[in-house]
């Protein structure tokens, strides 16, 4: 399964961004939960959202109210919308994959190279 994220950039201090995450595989996509993950330089790796296949949301406590994730089945793609961005967001994302275990399928963790988000104060 291959991950193609895109929407990172720079951005000021109370503005917007989206964030895309394409799946390379339909069936696969359609039956895992997704999530956003950060990293910020010199800091462990946190939950920023995820949403399951289908469609229960959790969030961060310290996004909670200004992101929303999303998916679209069609398209493959799960969004990130950040409202209300904070130089504390700065920060490399990363789409997470989660296929669930089953009798005929082997579960597993998928990763996105991650893009950057950089948010000025």
Request: glycine letters at 12%.
């Amino acid at each position: 399964v291959q991950l193609v994220e895109s929407g990172g950039g720079l951005v000021q201090a109370g503005g917007s961004l989206r964030l895309s995450c394409a799946a390379s595989t339909t069936s696969i996509f359609r039956i895992s939960a997704m999530g956003w993950y950060r990293q910020a330089p010199g800091k462990q790796r946190e939950l920023v959202a995820t949403i399951t296949s289908g469609g229960t949301t959790t969030y961060g406590d310290s996004v909670e109210g200004r992101f929303t994730i999303s998916r679209d089945n069609a398209k493959n793609t799960v969004y990130l919308q950040m409202d209300s961005l904070k130089a504390e967001d700065t920060a490399v994302y990363h789409c997470n994959l989660h296929l669930p275990s089953s009798l005929f399928v082997r579960g597993g963790d998928y990763w996105g190279q991650g893009t950057q988000v950089t948010v000025s104060s």
